[in-house]
């Protein structure tokens, strides 16, 4: 269920900051309280990922990894902003230290 609620999460996250985007600068009222809503939410779900166990280095790795590649994804595909392959690949790299984080939480100590 943690992790359920850490996807559901970084979903809201995402669509909080293309909103954010969308808003210019909060001039434009419906993406302004997509904004706000959208960050309330996103940091609702990820409290309670966390009281449901998760490790913050674990979820906020994920989040941040997950948050990344698809903003970088919904910028190119929704916003008309470039993606280099510097870029994907930076996303990659992030992601793989994510994938680190997640593997250490699971090893045991020697």
Not at 5 to 20: D, G, K, P, Q
Not at 48 to 55: C, D, E, N, T, V
Request: proline share 2%; hydrophobic share 65%.
């Amino acid at each position: 269920m943690a992790y359920v609620l850490l996807a559901l999460a970084i979903a809201t996250e995402v669509v909080a900051t293309v909103s954010l985007k969308l808003s210019e600068g909060f001039t434009r009222l419906v993406p302004s309280i997509v904004v706000v809503v959208g960050y309330l939410a996103a940091f609702g779900l990820l409290s309670q990922a966390l009281a449901r166990g998760l490790g913050i280095s674990v979820a906020y790795g994920i989040w941040a990894a997950a948050g990344v590649a698809l903003a970088a994804m919904a910028g190119a595909t929704f916003l008309g902003e470039s993606l280099t392959w510097v870029q994907v690949g930076g996303i990659a790299l992030v992601i793989a230290g994510v994938l680190a984080l997640e593997l250490g939480a699971h090893s045991t100590p020697a």
